[in-house]
């Protein structure tokens, strides 16, 4: 899996982020956590191109961004069986 802070991660890291985790194995979900307020919407240019590469956006209010990413993380290595977790952070 690969985990991102929309903060550390913008638009052009998310493309190679997932061809680095796809050169060493599969890749099972892509996410990305964006503040709340930042205006961010499915229907923006980012929603758009996040979509376009299979990302899933994780709306969430700033001072939990940490917290989301280990439940998300926590919860591929326990529902989606996956091995190894990148970050973009």
């Not at 060493?24 to 590469?53: H, N, V």
């Not at 299979?54 to 326990?78: F, N, Q, S």
Request: charged content about 20%.
């Amino acid at each position: 899996g690969l985990l991102m802070d929309s903060d550390a991660a913008g638009p052009s890291l998310w493309s190679p982020a997932q061809a680095a985790v796809r050169g060493e194995g599969t890749l099972i979900a892509t996410t990305i956590f964006i503040a709340a307020g930042t205006g961010y919407t499915a229907d923006s240019d980012w929603g758009r191109k996040l979509a376009s590469l299979g990302i899933e956006a994780k709306v969430v209010p700033a001072a939990d961004a940490g917290l989301e990413l280990c439940a998300e993380a926590m919860r591929l290595v326990t529902e989606e069986q996956v091995d190894v977790i990148a970050l973009a952070v």
